[in-house]
C-alpha cells in the first residue's frame, strides 16, 4: 500500500514537473529578445498561470503583454499569443477584445484579408463589449465599411450600423453611401429610399 502511494506520488511529481517545464518553454517564447522589459513580462506570465485569477484580472494582465510585444515591433507573436489564448479559452467574456487587437494588427500590417476575417469573425461569433466606452462591435463594423469592397456585404454593415448604432453616426452621411452601394447593386428602387431619408438631414456633409 505504501509502495503504491509513493508510486502514485512520484508519477504526480513528474507530472507536474512535465507541465511546469511546458509552460516555461511557452512563456520562454515569447520573453526572449524583450531586452529591459523581459523581467515584466516574466512576472506577467507567471501571473497569468494562476488559474484561479479572474477574467478582469487576466484582462489587464493580457492587454499589458499584448501592449509589450506590439512595441518591442513582435507583432507576429502578439498575434499568436492572443489567438492562443482565445483558442484555449473559448468562454473569456473578453475575447471579442483580444480578437479586435489581432485584427487591428492584421489592419496595420496591411494584410487586409486576415483583418477582414478577424472583424468579420468577432461579429459573428463573440457578444459585443465596451472598451473605454467604445464599442467593439461598432469598430469592426466602421473598419469592415472601409476595407470591404463587395457591395452586398458593405450594404449589410451599413444596415447594421444604422440598426445598433445610430446614435453614434452621422445618419445622413451613412444613408447616402447605403444609397451609393444600392446603385452599385442596381437597386434602384432602395437607392432612392435611402436617398429619400438621406434628405432628412440636411446639416450632413459628404465628404468632396
Known amino acids: 500500500m505504501i509502495k503504491k502511494s509513493f ?8 507530472f507536474s514537473i512535465f507541465l511546469t517545464s511546458c509552460a516555461v518553454k511557452y512563456y520562454s517564447f515569447y520573453i526572449a529578445n524583450a531586452g529591459e522589459e523581459k523581467r515584466e513580462l516574466n512576472d506577467l506570465f507567471h501571473l ?5 485569477a479572474s477574467s478582469e484580472q487576466r484582462f489587464i494582465l493580457i492587454d499589458r ?6 512595441r518591442k515591433g513582435q507583432q507576429e507573436k502578439q498575434i499568436l499569443f492572443l489567438t492562443d489564448y ?3 479559452h473559448p468562454i473569456d467574456p473578453y475575447d471579442a477584445f483580444y480578437l479586435l487587437l489581432v485584427a487591428q494588427t492584421y489592419e496595420n500590417k496591411k494584410e487586409y ?4 476575417h478577424y472583424y468579420d469573425r468577432i461579429l459573428k461569433n463573440y457578444p459585443d463589449l465596451l472598451y473605454k466606452g467604445r464599442s467593439v462591435h461598432f ?6 465599411i472601409k476595407l470591404v469592397d463587395i457591395p452586398e456585404y458593405t450594404v449589410e454593415y451599413y444596415k447594421e450600423l444604422i440598426a445598433r448604432f445610430s446614435d453614434r453616426i452621422d445618419l ?25 431619408k438621406f434628405l432628412q ?8
Open 7 to 14: 508510486l502514485l506520488f512520484s508519477v504526480f511529481v513528474l
Open 48 to 52: 497569468l498561470k494562476n488559474e484561479k
Open 65 to 70: 503583454i499584448a501592449n509589450i510585444l506590439t
Open 86 to 88: 482565445v483558442e484555449r
Open 113 to 116: 484579408p486576415l483583418a477582414i
Open 139 to 144: 469598430h469592426c463594423l466602421t473598419s469592415l
Open 172 to 196: 445622413g452621411v451613412t444613408y447616402y453611401y447605403l444609397a451609393k452601394m444600392y446603385e452599385k447593386l442596381g437597386d434602384w428602387d432602395l437607392a432612392i429610399q435611402a436617398d429619400k
Open 201 to 208: 438631414y440636411p446639416d450632413s456633409e459628404i465628404p468632396a
